[in-house]
Protein backbone atom coordinates (compact mmCIF):
# COMPACT_ATOMS: atom_id res chain seq x y z
CA UNK A 1 0.00 0.00 0.00
CA UNK A 2 1.09 3.62 -1.26
CA UNK A 3 1.15 5.71 2.30
CA UNK A 4 0.87 9.16 2.93
CA UNK A 5 3.92 11.32 3.36
CA UNK A 6 2.93 15.02 3.69
CA UNK A 7 -0.78 16.14 4.03
CA UNK A 8 -2.32 20.05 4.07
CA UNK A 9 -5.56 21.65 4.73
CA UNK A 10 -6.54 23.71 2.00
CA UNK A 11 -6.26 27.59 2.88
CA UNK A 12 -9.58 30.31 2.09
CA UNK A 13 -8.90 32.71 -0.87
CA UNK A 14 -11.25 34.79 -2.12
CA UNK A 15 -11.25 35.37 -5.78
CA UNK A 16 -14.02 37.67 -7.82
CA UNK A 17 -17.40 36.75 -6.04
CA UNK A 18 -16.21 32.73 -4.80
CA UNK A 19 -14.70 31.94 -1.68
CA UNK A 20 -12.78 29.03 -2.68
CA UNK A 21 -9.94 27.12 -1.16
CA UNK A 22 -6.72 26.37 -2.45
CA UNK A 23 -5.30 22.89 -2.25
CA UNK A 24 -1.54 23.29 -4.01
CA UNK A 25 0.84 24.30 -3.37
CA UNK A 26 0.63 24.50 0.27
CA UNK A 27 3.02 24.89 3.21
CA UNK A 28 4.97 21.05 2.70
CA UNK A 29 4.33 20.58 -1.37
CA UNK A 30 4.85 22.66 -4.23
CA UNK A 31 4.42 20.06 -7.07
CA UNK A 32 2.24 16.97 -8.13
CA UNK A 33 4.36 15.92 -10.97
CA UNK A 34 3.51 18.45 -13.66
CA UNK A 35 0.40 20.10 -11.74
CA UNK A 36 1.21 22.87 -9.72
CA UNK A 37 -1.88 24.50 -8.48
CA UNK A 38 -5.06 23.35 -7.31
CA UNK A 39 -8.24 25.52 -6.45
CA UNK A 40 -11.03 24.31 -5.00
CA UNK A 41 -13.98 26.24 -5.48
CA UNK A 42 -16.99 24.64 -3.13
CA UNK A 43 -20.28 24.36 -3.95
CA UNK A 44 -22.30 27.81 -3.62
CA UNK A 45 -25.96 28.62 -4.91
CA UNK A 46 -26.28 32.30 -6.50
CA UNK A 47 -29.36 33.98 -6.88
CA UNK A 48 -30.74 35.54 -10.40
CA UNK A 49 -28.38 37.68 -11.87
CA UNK A 50 -25.87 37.63 -8.70
CA UNK A 51 -23.15 36.55 -10.50
CA UNK A 52 -20.68 39.01 -12.57
CA UNK A 53 -21.42 39.09 -16.61
CA UNK A 54 -18.37 38.26 -18.69
CA UNK A 55 -17.02 42.22 -19.56
CA UNK A 56 -13.56 41.59 -19.12
CA UNK A 57 -12.90 42.37 -15.47
CA UNK A 58 -11.94 39.11 -14.74
CA UNK A 59 -9.30 39.23 -17.96
CA UNK A 60 -5.93 38.11 -16.77
CA UNK A 61 -2.83 36.79 -18.94
CA UNK A 62 -0.87 33.37 -18.65
CA UNK A 63 2.07 32.26 -19.85
CA UNK A 64 3.93 28.63 -19.45
CA UNK A 65 1.44 26.25 -18.31
CA UNK A 66 -1.87 24.83 -19.41
CA UNK A 67 -4.97 26.18 -16.95
CA UNK A 68 -7.29 22.82 -16.52
CA UNK A 69 -11.18 23.67 -14.98
CA UNK A 70 -13.56 20.83 -13.96
CA UNK A 71 -16.99 21.43 -13.42
CA UNK A 72 -19.31 19.62 -10.83
CA UNK A 73 -21.86 21.97 -11.28
CA UNK A 74 -23.23 25.11 -13.25
CA UNK A 75 -21.92 26.72 -16.76
CA UNK A 76 -18.72 28.60 -17.45
CA UNK A 77 -18.29 30.46 -20.40
CA UNK A 78 -14.43 31.02 -22.31
CA UNK A 79 -13.13 33.96 -23.99
CA UNK A 80 -9.33 34.69 -25.00
CA UNK A 81 -7.34 36.70 -27.45
CA UNK A 82 -6.21 34.15 -29.67
CA UNK A 83 -10.14 33.38 -31.17
CA UNK A 84 -10.61 30.81 -28.62
CA UNK A 85 -14.44 30.58 -27.11
CA UNK A 86 -16.53 28.17 -25.48
CA UNK A 87 -19.25 27.04 -22.82
CA UNK A 88 -18.80 23.76 -20.64
CA UNK A 89 -21.84 22.40 -18.56
CA UNK A 90 -21.82 20.64 -15.18
CA UNK A 91 -19.29 17.13 -15.52
CA UNK A 92 -17.29 18.99 -18.58
CA UNK A 93 -13.59 20.47 -18.36
CA UNK A 94 -12.20 23.26 -20.35
CA UNK A 95 -8.48 23.02 -20.81
CA UNK A 96 -6.35 25.95 -21.90
CA UNK A 97 -2.55 25.98 -23.42
CA UNK A 98 -1.38 29.22 -22.76
CA UNK A 99 2.08 28.92 -24.38
CA UNK A 100 4.26 31.83 -24.99
CA UNK A 101 0.94 34.18 -24.08
CA UNK A 102 -2.54 34.51 -23.94
CA UNK A 103 -4.85 36.38 -21.87
CA UNK A 104 -8.14 34.49 -21.14
CA UNK A 105 -11.30 35.61 -19.55
CA UNK A 106 -14.16 32.82 -17.32
CA UNK A 107 -17.09 33.84 -16.78
CA UNK A 108 -21.22 32.67 -16.98
CA UNK A 109 -23.70 32.29 -19.78
CA UNK A 110 -26.27 34.97 -19.97
CA UNK A 111 -28.52 31.93 -19.40
CA UNK A 112 -27.03 30.31 -16.46
CA UNK A 113 -26.38 33.88 -14.85
CA UNK A 114 -30.39 34.68 -15.21
CA UNK A 115 -31.77 31.59 -13.51
CA UNK A 116 -30.88 30.42 -9.61
CA UNK A 117 -28.42 28.02 -9.79
CA UNK A 118 -25.33 26.01 -8.16
CA UNK A 119 -21.86 26.65 -9.03
CA UNK A 120 -19.25 23.96 -7.94
CA UNK A 121 -15.80 23.04 -9.64
CA UNK A 122 -11.98 22.76 -9.57
CA UNK A 123 -8.66 24.80 -11.41
CA UNK A 124 -5.43 23.02 -11.34
CA UNK A 125 -2.58 24.85 -12.93
CA UNK A 126 -0.57 21.93 -15.04
CA UNK A 127 3.46 23.28 -15.89
CA UNK A 128 4.79 22.78 -19.66
CA UNK A 129 7.44 21.55 -20.51
CA UNK A 130 10.26 24.60 -21.43
CA UNK A 131 9.71 23.63 -25.36
CA UNK A 132 5.94 23.66 -25.15
CA UNK A 133 6.08 27.03 -23.74
CA UNK A 134 7.14 28.85 -26.59
CA UNK A 135 4.53 27.26 -28.90
CA UNK A 136 1.27 29.08 -29.45
CA UNK A 137 -1.95 28.71 -27.12
CA UNK A 138 -4.72 26.59 -27.73
CA UNK A 139 -8.05 25.92 -26.44
CA UNK A 140 -10.29 22.77 -25.81
CA UNK A 141 -13.84 22.72 -24.02
CA UNK A 142 -14.88 18.78 -23.20
CA UNK A 143 -18.05 18.15 -22.26
CA UNK A 144 -19.22 15.69 -19.54
CA UNK A 145 -19.89 12.75 -22.45
CA UNK A 146 -16.58 12.91 -23.95
CA UNK A 147 -14.79 12.00 -21.05
CA UNK A 148 -14.09 8.11 -20.56
CA UNK A 149 -16.00 6.90 -16.92
CA UNK A 150 -14.81 3.17 -15.73
CA UNK A 151 -16.79 1.41 -13.80
CA UNK A 152 -15.04 0.15 -10.52
CA UNK A 153 -15.05 -3.61 -9.61
CA UNK A 154 -18.01 -5.16 -7.77
CA UNK A 155 -19.74 -1.70 -8.45
CA UNK A 156 -17.85 0.08 -5.68
CA UNK A 157 -18.39 3.22 -7.81
CA UNK A 158 -16.68 4.89 -10.77
CA UNK A 159 -13.14 6.87 -11.91
CA UNK A 160 -13.69 9.61 -14.63
CA UNK A 161 -10.85 9.98 -16.73
CA UNK A 162 -10.46 13.86 -16.62
CA UNK A 163 -6.33 14.01 -18.12
CA UNK A 164 -3.46 11.27 -18.78
CA UNK A 165 -5.64 7.90 -18.99
CA UNK A 166 -6.76 5.07 -16.83
CA UNK A 167 -6.44 1.22 -17.85
CA UNK A 168 -5.97 2.04 -21.86
CA UNK A 169 -9.23 4.90 -21.71
CA UNK A 170 -7.62 8.25 -22.61
CA UNK A 171 -8.71 11.36 -22.12
CA UNK A 172 -9.37 13.56 -25.18
CA UNK A 173 -7.50 16.65 -23.75
CA UNK A 174 -3.53 17.14 -25.20
CA UNK A 175 -0.65 16.23 -22.32
CA UNK A 176 3.17 17.10 -23.33
CA UNK A 177 3.57 14.57 -20.18
CA UNK A 178 2.98 11.49 -18.73
CA UNK A 179 0.40 12.83 -16.36
CA UNK A 180 -3.35 12.53 -14.94
CA UNK A 181 -6.28 13.81 -13.16
CA UNK A 182 -8.82 11.15 -12.54
CA UNK A 183 -12.49 12.10 -10.21
CA UNK A 184 -12.99 9.06 -8.46
CA UNK A 185 -16.42 8.44 -7.23
CA UNK A 186 -17.78 5.49 -4.44
CA UNK A 187 -20.58 4.83 -3.20
CA UNK A 188 -20.50 4.49 0.78
CA UNK A 189 -18.91 1.52 2.70
CA UNK A 190 -16.57 0.49 -0.27
CA UNK A 191 -12.85 -0.23 -0.48
CA UNK A 192 -11.01 -0.04 -3.43
CA UNK A 193 -7.47 -0.35 -4.59
CA UNK A 194 -6.00 2.19 -7.61
CA UNK A 195 -2.89 0.46 -8.89
CA UNK A 196 0.26 2.84 -9.83
CA UNK A 197 3.37 3.24 -11.54
CA UNK A 198 6.66 3.61 -9.80
CA UNK A 199 8.34 6.64 -10.83
CA UNK A 200 5.09 8.85 -10.78
CA UNK A 201 4.57 11.23 -8.14
CA UNK A 202 0.83 10.51 -6.86
CA UNK A 203 -1.26 13.84 -4.77
CA UNK A 204 -5.04 13.72 -3.73
CA UNK A 205 -7.45 15.80 -2.39
CA UNK A 206 -10.62 15.27 -0.14
CA UNK A 207 -13.54 18.42 -1.05
CA UNK A 208 -16.46 16.97 0.51
CA UNK A 209 -16.08 13.79 3.35
CA UNK A 210 -13.91 12.64 5.57
CA UNK A 211 -12.35 8.91 4.23
CA UNK A 212 -9.41 6.46 5.22
CA UNK A 213 -7.28 6.62 2.58
CA UNK A 214 -3.90 4.02 2.75
CA UNK A 215 -5.02 3.09 6.03
CA UNK A 216 -5.22 7.30 7.55
CA UNK A 217 -8.25 9.08 8.20
CA UNK A 218 -7.92 11.99 5.89
CA UNK A 219 -10.42 14.95 6.54
CA UNK A 220 -12.34 17.34 3.98
CA UNK A 221 -10.58 19.49 2.13
CA UNK A 222 -7.36 18.24 2.63
CA UNK A 223 -4.77 17.64 0.22
CA UNK A 224 -2.03 14.50 0.27
CA UNK A 225 0.88 13.50 -1.06
CA UNK A 226 2.15 9.72 -1.58
CA UNK A 227 5.12 8.00 -1.24
CA UNK A 228 6.97 7.28 -4.31
CA UNK A 229 6.65 3.57 -5.25
CA UNK A 230 4.29 1.29 -6.86
CA UNK A 231 2.52 0.11 -4.08
CA UNK A 232 -1.65 0.41 -4.75
CA UNK A 233 -3.58 3.42 -3.14
CA UNK A 234 -6.11 2.21 -0.78
CA UNK A 235 -9.43 3.99 -0.95
CA UNK A 236 -12.08 3.67 1.87
CA UNK A 237 -15.50 5.36 1.57
CA UNK A 238 -17.40 6.42 5.28
CA UNK A 239 -20.33 4.35 6.34
CA UNK A 240 -23.44 5.61 4.92
CA UNK A 241 -22.21 8.29 3.00
CA UNK A 242 -20.56 8.14 -0.49
CA UNK A 243 -17.17 10.19 -1.66
CA UNK A 244 -15.72 11.98 -4.31
CA UNK A 245 -11.85 12.34 -4.64
CA UNK A 246 -9.01 13.83 -6.81
CA UNK A 247 -5.87 11.56 -8.07
CA UNK A 248 -3.81 13.90 -9.88
CA UNK A 249 0.46 13.85 -10.81
CA UNK A 250 2.45 12.38 -13.37
CA UNK A 251 6.09 12.03 -14.67
CA UNK A 252 8.47 14.23 -12.19
CA UNK A 253 8.94 17.66 -13.33
CA UNK A 254 13.02 18.07 -13.60
CA UNK A 255 13.40 21.31 -15.24
CA UNK A 256 13.58 24.20 -13.07
CA UNK A 257 10.68 26.27 -12.27
CA UNK A 258 10.14 30.65 -11.74
CA UNK A 259 6.46 31.49 -10.80
CA UNK A 260 5.38 34.59 -10.65
CA UNK A 261 1.96 36.10 -10.54
CA UNK A 262 0.05 34.03 -13.84
CA UNK A 263 3.28 33.26 -15.66
CA UNK A 264 5.64 30.45 -14.97
CA UNK A 265 8.82 29.47 -16.64
CA UNK A 266 12.13 28.33 -16.02
CA UNK A 267 14.40 31.15 -16.10
CA UNK A 268 13.58 35.09 -14.08
CA UNK A 269 14.64 36.67 -17.53
CA UNK A 270 12.00 34.50 -18.54
CA UNK A 271 9.50 35.98 -16.33
CA UNK A 272 10.91 39.29 -17.01
CA UNK A 273 9.82 38.38 -20.97
CA UNK A 274 6.38 37.27 -20.12
CA UNK A 275 5.59 40.39 -18.20
CA UNK A 276 7.10 42.45 -21.32
CA UNK A 277 5.21 41.10 -23.95
CA UNK A 278 2.38 41.38 -22.17
CA UNK A 279 2.32 44.78 -21.36
CA UNK A 280 3.35 45.70 -25.16
CA UNK A 281 0.51 43.68 -26.22
CA UNK A 282 1.96 40.58 -28.17
CA UNK A 283 -0.94 38.62 -26.49
CA UNK A 284 -4.00 40.42 -28.18
CA UNK A 285 -6.95 41.43 -26.92
CA UNK A 286 -10.10 39.48 -26.24
CA UNK A 287 -13.52 40.11 -28.87
CA UNK A 288 -16.49 40.12 -26.26
CA UNK A 289 -18.70 39.60 -29.53
CA UNK A 290 -17.36 36.64 -30.32
CA UNK A 291 -19.87 34.17 -27.74
Not at 115 to 122: H, I, T, V
Not at 245 to 272: A, D, Q
Amino acid sequence: MKHIIARSTAQPEKVGPFDIVRALPNHSVQTVGPVIFLDHMPEKEFAPNALPALDGSFAHPHRGIATFTYLIKGELAHLDSQSGRGIIQEGGVQWMNAGNGIIHDEGFPDNFRARRGSFYGFQFWVNLPSKNKAARPDYMPVQAKDLPVIELPAGAGTLKVLLGEYKDQRSPIPAFTEQFIWHIHLISDQVVEVPTKSGFEYGGYLPTATARISGEEVSRREFFLFENNSDAISLQSPSGQSMDILLFGGEPYLESIVSHGPFVMNTPEEITLAYSDFRSGKYGKINYKAL
